[in-house]
């Protein structure tokens, strides 16, 4: 991701990418190559000399917190984008929100699938009220990235499949919902080292019920992707990656896909969505505004994971 990053932010105006900070020597002689006038450094610390505007923080997970609170409490930098998620516990999280109230600065979490057409598409029509009052919805987020290995301790370093997939569910859930309660989960492993493999569990808020399953061991989801089917008073409304659904009573269903909803970008490297998040964060940081999501909404988000992780602790 800190290459997908540095190359958008490369080419993106009013930007010159100043330095990259990383710890392998080969890594960094590779990108001396790829981005010739950024300063190549191995420490964080060594931020602070270079007088920047903003920093990508695109390391592991558990890294989050200590880099965060580096850049804060070193003043080297008050605009700061993180990729997801925020941290690696609520508590963490929620400390670093309470550098960032104190700092001041734009900060933003790299939920991507916010800037997907077909996920935008869906909360306009919600807002809409297309489907009515909504009384329900079920989720996703699935990969196949361990359904024929089953050695899912690989991907520890990823945080587990809630931080590294169903994150991203549970962030478009407050992002279409809001505040969500956790009433049962359910956390399952395929191995015995105890992984974190398959997670289920259910969630209410007033006059709403919901549901979400997630698992990167499920066959033929060669591309990891998040959806939903959304039920209301009206009908119902299902988006994933690639479309969006609309099924209104005695009606005929509409259905977009991505390449229906001008999903164009200037520069496409990864996914169009990447350079809509990076020019996002970008422009809000030139102009001291605040990004979405930023760090009070990704910790959420951490906060939800927690309670999952401690109703089904409690389940066991």
């Given at each position: 991701?800190?290459?997908?990053?540095?190359?958008?932010?490369?080419?993106?105006?009013?930007?010159?990418l100043?330095?990259?900070?990383?710890?392998?020597?080969?890594?960094?002689?590779?990108l001396?190559?790829?981005?010739?006038?950024?300063?190549?450094?191995?420490?964080?610390?060594?931020?602070?000399?270079?007088?920047?505007?903003?920093?990508?923080?695109?390391?592991?997970?558990?890294?989050?917190?200590a880099?965060?609170?580096?850049?804060?409490?070193?003043?080297?930098?008050?605009?700061?984008?993180?990729?997801?998620?925020?941290?690696?516990?609520?508590?963490?999280?929620?400390?670093?929100c309470?550098?960032?109230?104190?700092?001041?600065?734009?900060?933003?979490?790299?939920?991507?699938?916010?800037?997907?057409?077909?996920?935008?598409?869906?909360?306009?029509?919600?807002?809409?009220?297309a489907?009515?009052e909504?009384?329900?919805?079920?989720?996703?987020?699935?990969?196949?990235?361990?359904?024929?290995?089953?050695?899912?301790?690989?991907?520890?370093?990823?945080?587990?499949?809630?931080?590294?997939?169903?994150?991203?569910?549970?962030?478009?859930?407050?992002?279409?919902?809001?505040?969500?309660?956790?009433?049962?989960?359910?956390?399952?492993?395929?191995?015995?080292?105890?992984?974190?493999?398959?997670?289920?569990?259910?969630?209410?808020?007033?006059?709403?019920?919901?549901?979400?399953?997630?698992?990167?061991?499920?066959?033929n989801y060669?591309?990891?992707?998040?959806?939903?089917?959304?039920?209301?008073?009206?009908?119902?409304?299902?988006?994933?990656?690639?479309?969006?659904?609309?099924?209104?009573?005695?009606?005929?269903?509409?259905?977009?896909?991505?390449?229906?909803?001008?999903?164009?970008?200037?520069?496409?490297?990864?996914?169009?969505?990447?350079?809509?998040?990076?020019?996002?964060?970008?422009?809000?940081?030139?102009?001291?505004?605040?990004a979405?999501?930023?760090?009070?909404?990704?910790?959420?988000?951490?906060?939800?994971?927690?309670?999952?992780?401690s109703?089904?602790?409690?389940?066991?």
């Open positions: 991701m800190g290459l997908v990053h540095s190359c958008i932010l490369n080419v993106l105006p009013n930007v010159k100043a330095a990259v900070c990383e710890k392998s020597g080969m890594t960094r002689r590779f001396r190559k790829l981005f010739k006038n950024a300063r190549m450094i191995d420490d964080a610390e060594k931020l602070s000399s270079l007088d920047l505007d903003a920093v990508y923080v695109t390391t592991p997970i558990p890294s989050h917190f880099i965060a609170k580096l850049l804060y409490s070193e003043g080297i930098v008050q605009n700061i984008f993180v990729e997801k998620t925020l941290a690696s516990s609520y508590e963490q999280a929620k400390e670093i309470m550098f960032a109230r104190r700092f001041g600065g734009t900060n933003m979490v790299g939920y991507v699938r916010r800037f997907y057409v077909t996920f935008n598409k869906a909360k306009a029509l919600l807002e809409a009220d489907i009515g909504v009384r329900a919805f079920k989720t996703y987020g699935y990969s196949a990235d361990f359904a024929e290995s089953g050695e899912t301790r690989v991907g520890g370093s990823r945080g587990g499949v809630l931080m590294d997939l169903g994150c991203h569910a549970i962030d478009l859930a407050l992002w279409f919902f809001g505040d969500l309660d956790v009433e049962t989960a359910k956390i399952n492993s395929v191995s015995d080292g105890g992984s974190e493999d398959f997670v289920h569990f259910e969630v209410k808020a007033k006059d709403l019920e919901g549901e979400f399953d997630v698992s990167w061991c499920k066959p060669r591309m990891p992707e998040v959806g939903f089917a959304i039920s209301g008073s009206k009908g119902v409304l299902e988006v994933n990656d690639d479309f969006v659904q609309l099924k209104l009573r005695d009606a005929k269903p509409l259905r977009w896909y991505r390449h229906d909803l001008n999903d164009n970008v200037d520069f496409w490297l990864g996914e169009p969505e990447y350079f809509r998040e990076d020019q996002h964060f970008v422009n809000l940081s030139l102009n001291n505004g605040e979405e999501p930023n760090f009070e909404c990704a910790a959420k988000t951490d906060e939800i994971i927690a309670k999952v992780k109703k089904a602790e409690e389940n066991e």
